[in-house]
């Protein structure tokens, strides 16, 4: 199987790409750079490969490349994700911020096309509907899967294995994933209401559902995820 994980930078996508590179048996590009597409890997290996909105990369271009038997977007609350992001020198790479919000929005609206839309915030709070719908997608996880013991050095050498071309050919970035598990640590930042009338005008669907959305129960996980 290949899945392809899209989500806006600082989602907390990477977190959850690393979550699914826990499976021993596959491969994974936690974090494809913004200026490069996804990779068409020639492996019979199940593979999981996220990639970020972007404005010179479309998802489209994405999928035609890397051929996914499911994609799932990962969501993140516009606040908590804008405040986030705007903090990061590499913002503006592959297209301004502001536009990259506005895109989405609109992949929001169009989420009917993904096989799966991942909540950042249900994620970190290990809520169990996140399992059952990444086995629905027929992609294997657990519980345990929530304790990172699957780190880089063995995920670069399972690609250093089983696709040498993409080590050769790429440059590796692994996001700002930091500490042993999944945690809610990051997850909620303080509000701003100049802050909302900016997303108004950026992402008013995506702001309207987090809106409307409760905040899930925190969980009594420990660690520091991104």
């Known amino acids: 199987m290949r899945l392809l ?9 990477t977190a959850f790409t690393l979550f699914l590179a826990q499976r021993p048996d596959c491969l994974a590009l936690v974090d494809v750079m913004n200026s490069y597409v996804a990779p068409r890997l020639e492996t019979p290996l199940d593979s999981v490969v996220k990639v970020v909105v972007t404005a010179a990369h479309p998802l489209e271009e994405h999928v035609e490349q890397f ?11 516009p606040r908590d994700n804008y405040q986030s992001l705007r903090t990061k020198n590499y913002r503006d790479l592959s297209g301004a911020m502001e536009e990259k919000f506005r895109i989405l929005d609109r992949l929001f609206a169009e989420r009917e096309r993904f096989d799966a839309v991942i909540h950042y915030e249900d994620f ?9 719908a990444v086995n629905a997608l ?4 657990d519980e345990s899967f929530y ?9 670069i050498a399972a690609l250093f294995e089983h696709a040498p071309e993409i080590i050769r050919t790429r440059d590796f970035v692994f996001g700002n994933v930091r500490g042993p ?3 809610e640590k990051h997850r909620d930042k303080p509000r701003d209401p100049e802050l909302d009338d900016i997303l108004e005008g950026l992402c008013p669907r995506l702001l309207a559902h987090y809106r409307a959305r409760p905040r899930p129960t925190r969980s ?3 660690g520091d995820p991104a």
Do not use: F, K, N
């Open 147 to 155: 304790e990172y013991r699957r780190r880089h050095t063995e995920i």
């Open 138 to 141: 027929g992609w294997p996880v």
């Open 181 to 183: 598990a999944v945690s």
């Open 5 to 13: 994980i899209h989500g806006m930078q600082s989602s907390g996508s």
């Open 124 to 132: 970190v709070a290990r809520d169990p509907a996140v399992l059952r």
């Open 67 to 77: 051929r996914p038997d499911r994609t799932v977007l990962v969501l993140r609350d």
């Open 220 to 222: 009594a996980a420990a």
